[in-house]
């Protein structure tokens, strides 16, 4: 794990409201540079004929098994739970200690529980395409809440709750290929466009057991991912090409065998970091992001 | 319950992927009424000096226990829970069967609960108010994702996960009153203009047991919930007035005294609903809701 970043003055940041377990509220201009960061997304997907989809918080756990996210990152899933559907059991739950004075829910009987909250926008795109064969690259953009628990929370840089923006490419590894690199063009202009002197590092996922899992020792040999990162600080975003992995596992098809696929994305709350330590508290110092990527 | 509501023809909205389990993806023209649903938000929040709030997904069990949600509606309520942060029990859920064939994720030993997902916007707010004295009447507005575990799910009618937008208000008696009809007003005036022909009812909340819980009986004695509805259709909002239940549970004062505090919402996914029944599955024909509420 990156080393923690150079902490916010939140003092000086009256529209951040912050709880100690990684959840933040925005208001004032820092909503609206939170809702900016999404114009630079729109010109992108129309550069790249990217449908936009907005998919739900909660996805189907049995597809997350299938992508192995279960297997990988165990201790960062969030999963959904509701009491048991049944009368006794919503009677206990109801009564009046259903949570502990120590903010602990009480044990109760829960129903079987079938979904996750996500963990990265992208995971939604991969089953809807599921058997399908491609007869020309498919460019989908989306953004969404996205949950990892760790191990600590720090604002904007580590939450459990934050949001990422992604565009995906499904196609043949020569169509992929040129999306990432595509992409990465566009990421470097942009990043000089805003003044934030980013560089990119090859990077590997967080798996958990990362030295007995084959997927953390096959990126370590050939690294599928690279990271946006300012500095010493976190990464802001990443490319990833995940080879056929995702369209292997769904049978996804191009040119009659399993497609690849790739996809761009970042961490919402993080540029926002990003922008405040590089350009300071004063919303008058940040980027116009409504006249560089007008409606 | 109310009777289910006519169901719309899947196959005439593409933009709209539904699953079972109350979850919908929304793209082209259906996402963009979904976002220009907030348009007249913009509007009214100003028209009452309302700051924006985005809050998280998740919100305390504690806050949630305190404005006794899990009391009234442990039906509708889903928690979010992680694996126990201990190697043994990460190693055991990452194993091969996290999920068995039925879909169920296969039971984990669960660290302790702490959060629900956003059951209404609204309860994000008023415990960030705690222990203040008003010395004004206070608007906020808030839009959300929000959860509702169901007995049935119907598209874009009764989801799991739908989106709700707000104005709350908290002040006096007399100020909470007059918001409740000035929104009332501007709902009104806006239904028209949409040739929506809504009309308010009184209504009652879900609550369990409804027989046997002081908060329903009191509701049924004191009508304090105002429904929107199209004809026999689902309620599109409700216009609440809380009394000074949330004031005085965070001990929130207004001249000396527990203040009082009401809301106005709808559903975004019924509002998009009863714009396709009343005006049709083409986008064409749909409101231009851009042209009406301009940036």
Redesign the interface.
């Known amino acids: 794990m990156s080393a923690p970043a150079e902490p916010l003055d939140l003092g000086r940041l009256p529209g951040l ?1 912050w ?1 100690e ?1 990684g ?6 201009p820092l ?1 609206g540079l ?1 809702r900016d960061l999404a114009r630079p997304w729109a010109a992108w997907r129309r550069d790249f004929g990217a ?8 996805l ?3 597809d ?2 299938r992508m192995r996210y ?3 990152f ?2 960062l ?7 048991e ?1 049944r009368e006794e059991s ?2 206990a ?4 200690k ?2 502990g004075p ?4 009480a044990p109760f009987r829960a129903a ?4 996750a ?1 996500t963990p990265a926008p992208c995971y ?1 795109l991969y089953p ?1 395409f599921a058997g399908r064969e491609l007869d020309a690259p498919v460019y989908l953009g989306t953004r969404n ?1 996205t ?1 990892r ?1 760790e ?1 600590y929370y720090q604002p904007l840089v580590r939450q ?2 934050y949001h990422s923006e992604e565009i995906v490419c499904l196609g043949s590894q020569e169509e992929v290929r040129a999306f990432l690199s595509g992409m990465s063009a566009k990421w470097d202009a942009f990043f000089r466009q805003l003044d934030l002197p980013a560089a990119w590092k090859t990077a590997v996922d967080p798996f ?2 990362a030295d007995r899992n084959p997927s953390a020792l096959l990126q370590k040999l050939d690294p599928v991912k690279r990271e946006l990162t300012l500095g010493e600080g976190p990464a802001l975003g990443s490319a990833n090409f995940h080879r056929n992995f995702f369209c292997d596992t769904f049978r996804i098809l191009r040119h009659g065998k399993p497609a690849f696929s790739g996809c761009v994305g970042w961490g919402v709350e993080r540029m926002m970091y990003a922008i405040i330590r590089r350009h300071g508290y004063e919303p008058g110092g940040w980027p116009d992001l409504k006249a560089l990527y007008p ?1």
């Open positions: 409201r709880s377990e959840l933040a509220s925005l208001s004032g909503l939170f449908e936009e989809h907005a998919c739900p918080v909660l189907g756990a049995a997350m098994d279960f297997n990988s165990p201790h899933v969030t999963l959904a739970v509701n009491v559907d919503l009677k739950f109801a009564g009046s259903a949570v120590d903010g602990d829910v079987p529980m079938r979904h909250l939604h809807q809440a949950f628990r191990a459990w709750n958990f057991n409606d």
